[in-house]
């Protein structure tokens, strides 16, 4: 398996330092990344040309002559190296090609139950995934990376899902492992709501440090962007909501075993039961939205009171996090402003002032898109590291040098 700390313990390239300065795709000349950095224009040269070998940076238009020779650019090459960016729902599978922005190339998707299990889960992941890097008319030596969004508790540093209560099989099993062994190339692993909050910031809010997503769908979670960093906490699962107890539900079990939490009340199924026990004849989640979106009093009420639970968790959320914004995903965001209007009027109603003033609760921009993006975005953060850039030259300058 490769080892995506590793990197971390080497002493820096210095190309990785100039790489940093190129990511925000702005194109430069020598002349100023010398000037920047300080450094000679032979070393700023040396270490361009190792950039450009690994498909990280490439030439651009030149830049305007101020008399004499016109200066060339570089710039970073967004469209030669890329991520493979995997989406695993509950019932679905999702896949993207990315470019190094975190822009999906191309794409593909099928409906398999997480249920199944990692055999045959994986197994599609890997098939589809090479057919899908050849659709984008690349190769598996162009993939820098690989990241995915599982639908249950992830031990961030293994990879590992841990007691993940809708996937069956999956415990502690080795996902990072098993595509590594297929594609030889880092592969981070983290859960669907924490790659839903980078997807989300990324697409929608790039200028905010402080954000909370939470996903309501089959369950209830939230992934926590405070200071620009995703928060995973010490055994990763900061965020996880959908298990804190509210008081109207005092008497409801839920299947972690104990009763009263948020996603017993609130989440998809929840509305579901809750409304089929009212004799409203629905199958699914999508079922509840689409009469909420027809003006079914019951439903409509059902969903507003489920934003209102919501927004008791979430204001002592507000309370410890003070996010800039608080975004509602997942299939049962469908629903639109009587969800959100049942969150907004518990939390604007009872957290400090100061903490709402500027505070904005809002519909997801990126959608079921969210979570794909992340998974890419998750990638590109990893492979585009100063540690994991250090760790490329340095192997690039292995292989170029004379065998002794």
């Known amino acids: 398996m490769i080892d995506i700390s590793r990197g971390d313990a080497l002493g820096s390239s210095g190309a990785s330092d100039l790489f940093q300065i190129l990511r925000d795709g702005r194109s430069r000349t020598r002349t100023e990344l010398a000037n920047l950095t300080g450094l000679a224009r032979s070393t700023i040269a040396l270490r361009i040309d190792s950039l450009v070998k690994l498909g990280l940076v490439g030439p651009t238009a030149d830049a305007p002559s101020t008399g004499g020779r016109p200066s060339s650019q570089v710039a970073l090459a967004t469209g030669m190296k890329i991520v493979l960016a995997v989406d695993i729902g509950a019932s679905h599978i999702r896949l993207a090609v990315s470019d190094l922005t975190g822009k999906p190339l191309h794409e593909t998707a099928t409906e398999l139950a997480v249920a199944e299990g990692p055999d045959a889960v994986l197994g599609w992941v890997v098939e589809a995934g090479d057919a899908l890097i050849r659709q984008s008319g690349r190769s598996v030596a ?176 507000v309370s410890l996090i003070n996010p800039s914004v608080i975004v509602i995903g997942g299939s049962m965001a469908q629903a639109g402003e009587q969800l959100i209007a049942g969150v907004r009027e518990v939390v604007y109603t009872r957290s400090m002032p100061l903490a709402t ?47 002794k």
């Open 142 to 317: 162009d993939l820098l990376a690989i990241g995915v969004g599982l639908p249950g508790p992830v031990e961030y540093s293994s990879g590992r899902p841990i007691n993940p209560p809708i996937m069956p099989g999956w415990d502690r099993f080795d996902v990072r492992g098993t595509l590594d062994a297929h594609f030889h190339v880092p592969v981070l692993v983290d859960n669907d709501v924490n790659i839903s909050a980078l997807g989300e910031r990324e697409t929608a809010w790039p200028d905010v440090d402080h954000l909370i997503f939470v996903k309501v769908a089959t369950g209830i979670g939230s992934g926590v962007i405070s200071g620009g960093i995703l928060q995973r906490g010490a055994q990763g699962i900061a965020g996880d909501i959908g298990h804190v107890q509210v008081p109207r539900g005092v008497d409801v079990p839920c299947h972690c075993g104990n009763r009263g939490c948020l996603e017993a009340l609130a989440s998809g199924p929840a509305l579901l039961s809750a409304l089929r026990h009212l004799g409203l004849d629905i199958d699914s989640n999508q079922g509840v939205v689409d009469l909420v979106k027809h003006g079914n009093l019951e439903a409509i009420q059902a969903v507003r009171q489920a934003g209102r639970d919501l927004g008791q968790v979430l204001t002592a959320c």
């Open 357 to 403: 003033q500027h505070l904005q609760i809002v519909q997801s921009g990126a959608g079921p898109d969210a979570a794909v993006i992340g998974a890419g975005i998750l990638a590109i953060h990893h492979a585009l590291s100063p540690a994991r850039v250090d760790a490329m030259v340095l192997d690039l300058m292995e292989s170029a040098a004379p065998a």
